[in-house]
């Protein structure tokens, strides 16, 4: 089993920044890829960013791109995103998610078998 915690969540104005970090824990020596999602009230469960643990590729949604950075220090077992030039419509649960399976990389939920339980991101103008 793999365990996640987010952290780093909160509140920021407009064109501010923001980073959250995930700590691994478990049975992390497995994991092939992670990344992190946002949840909006009402809205679906939206990927926004991933990496690929063996070689570091990454994937951006077009909605953050540009703006946010996910990195990760193997030696940590954390994942960090960098928000940056943050608007309202970044505001969201934040999760992160990781998955043991390496055919199935992409930013589709189904993809992911472990997550956390999600911090909180609010951008007010």
């Known amino acids: 089993q793999v365990q996640l915690v987010e952290s780093g969540g909160g509140s920021v104005q407009v064109g501010g920044s923001l980073t959250l970090s995930c700590i691994a824990s478990?049975?992390?020596?497995?994991?092939?890829?992670m990344a992190w999602f946002r949840q909006a009230p009402g809205k679906e469960r939206e990927g926004i960013a991933s990496?690929?643990?063996?070689?570091?590729?990454?994937l951006y949604a077009d909605s953050v791109k540009g703006r946010f950075t996910i990195t990760r220090d193997d030696n940590k077992n954390t994942m960090g995103l960098q928000m940056n030039s943050l608007n309202p419509g970044d505001t969201a649960m934040y999760y992160c998610?990781?998955?043991?399976?390496?055919?199935?990389?992409?930013?589709?939920?189904?993809?992911?078998?472990?997550w956390g339980q999600g911090t909180q991101v609010t951008v007010s103008s």
């Open positions: 990496i690929y643990i063996d070689g570091g590729g990454r």
């Open positions: 478990g049975y992390t020596s497995n994991l092939k890829f």
């Open positions: 998610a990781a998955a043991a399976e390496p055919n199935r990389w992409s930013l589709s939920a189904s993809a992911y078998k472990y």
